[in-house]
């Protein structure tokens, strides 16, 4: 129960910082949706091509914006100080990595919250929100868990905002390959055994990369 | 005094082929106040962040009460209190959100009684709504003196805790200090403010790169220009 309210503490406080500044979400939501805005212009989306190449649209949406507000999860703490305040503490390591990971996929989903009835309306598409929400919320917490991992990392180096795409990118491609493929099958209503392979191997990402990063995380941040 | 409550045993730090700190060995007590003093780059603060497990050493051990840092961090974490040149509080959250967020990290019991006590302790009871951006630097330092008192270490380290301090804060701070020895804590800090410092310990580690020079107790200087003149003579022979 210790570790429990540890990990809520962490979250919690993230949580009431973004609250009281909006700086996270705010930035995070606006790209997501000039990014939509941008691809709506670009192609003129439509009709069966939407169902082809909407998948790709909304994740680079996703990634990209879920990026700026990975990129801030640990380098504010730096820049303040606090993460040795957070270091000096008995809290597990572990505590501290599972907090910031899901405040950092609550702010996430909340960008793709938004993002989402805006692309259907955009593109004037009948989203199918089973299966695609669980597909979406699996590619965001394999993308928020190894993203807050690497976010530690490049928060200590001085080119953190480079850093950060440059580390997580190569290491997100099957996760990104596999939830892109799940949302196209989902919009062009794929079976689910036409698409089974992709679940599997986003489920075993999850896995694997959340234990991973849950214990290499106390190497990670201590000097 | 009683037993040490601090033990450090040849204790060695490097960054790259530099050595930060170098075969330190010394101890203190329950109820004991220390004074790191040494010019800059003597190693003083990286020995307290060392001591506050914020950085590895490369060699040597430190065992607080009876647990060795090494084995039992987490565990020794919690009897350390640690101030250094950063408050560790978040701007944007009230002086008692931030407390009430450290007392969670902590699992403290009772901790809304907690944070109350230690408010009013270092005198900011009336301030705990306040977001922590808007506190003046003197109500910070006490809000971060707070933080540092909340779960009651039995070791403090402190590294220049006067700093931006004006008379009166610095005569309260040393009134926490002394509060904390007669509390039979063991404390541990480096200051550039001499006179206050030495006014305020038992004993004078006297530091020079790296290196423990001169362990001086409490009777070895009359006033402050004896002490100067020791640790000119120190560091003069230890060049």
Same mark, same amino acid.
């Given at each position: 129960?210790?570790?429990? $309210?540890?990990?809520?503490? *962490? ?22 949706? *000039? ?14 091509? *939407? ?28 820049? $303040? ?11 597990? $390591? ?63 180096? $001085? ?65 | ?239």
């Amino acid at each position: 129960m210790k570790f429990v $309210r540890q990990v809520f503490a *962490i979250t919690r406080k993230d949580l009431l910082i973004e609250w009281r500044t909006k700086e996270n979400l705010s930035a995070m939501i606006v790209f997501a949706l *000039i990014v939509l805005v941008i691809f709506n212009f670009a192609f003129e989306l439509q009709g069966a091509d *939407i169902r082809v190449l909407g998948a790709g649209v909304l994740w680079v949406a996703f990634t990209f914006s879920g990026i700026l507000g990975l990129g801030r999860s640990f380098a504010a703490e730096r820049d $303040r100080g606090s993460l040795e305040g957070l270091l000096l503490s008995p809290a597990d $390591r572990g505590a501290i990595f599972l907090g910031k990971a899901i405040s950092n996929f609550i702010f996430i989903s909340a960008m793709e919250g938004v993002t989402l009835p805006l692309f259907a309306a955009l593109n004037n598409v009948a989203l199918p929100w089973f299966p695609l929400i669980p597909y979406i919320v699996l590619g965001t917490l394999g993308f928020a868990a190894i993203g807050t991992l690497l976010s530690a990392i490049a928060a200590s180096t $001085r080119m953190r905002e480079v850093m950060l795409p440059i580390l997580l990118f190569p290491v997100a491609v099957p996760l990104l390959m596999a939830v892109v493929k799940l949302t196209a099958g989902a919009l062009q209503g794929s079976a689910s055994s036409q698409i089974a392979w992709w679940f599997n191997l986003l489920l075993a990402y999850d896995v694997i990369f959340i234990v991973v990063a849950f214990w290499v995380f106390e190497y990670v941040v201590e000097e | 005094m009683s037993a040490a409550l601090l033990a450090v045993e040849n204790l060695g730090k490097q960054f790259g082929a530099r050595w930060a700190l170098r075969d330190l060995t010394f101890t203190v007590a329950a109820g004991e106040i220390v004074a790191l003093v040494g010019p800059n780059g003597a190693g003083k603060t990286t020995l307290l962040r060392t001591l506050a497990t914020l950085t590895r050493p490369h060699t040597g051990s430190v065992r607080l009460g009876g647990l060795a840092l090494a084995e039992q961090p987490r565990a020794a974490r919690a009897a350390i209190g640690f101030v250094g040149h950063q408050t560790f509080l978040y701007d944007d959250l009230t002086a008692a959100e931030n407390l009430h967020f450290y007392a969670r990290l902590y699992d403290l019991p009772d901790a809304e009684a907690r944070v109350r006590a230690v408010a009013a302790r270092v005198g900011i009871a009336n301030r705990l709504e306040d977001v922590t951006r808007t506190l003046s630097r003197g109500l910070l330092q006490r809000l971060t003196l707070a933080r540092l008192l909340l779960h009651e270490p039995t070791v403090l380290l402190l590294d220049e805790p006067y700093t931006g301090l004006d008379q009166t804060a610095a005569d309260w701070l040393d009134q926490i200090l002394v509060d904390a020895k007669r509390a039979g804590r063991a404390i541990l800090f480096s200051t550039h403010d001499l006179e206050r410092g030495l006014a305020l310990c038992d004993r004078a580690l006297l530091l020079r790169a790296g290196r423990i020079v001169h362990d001086l107790p409490r009777g070895a200087w009359q006033n402050l220009a004896g002490f100067m003149a020791i640790y000119a003579r120190v560091l003069e022979t230890n060049r």
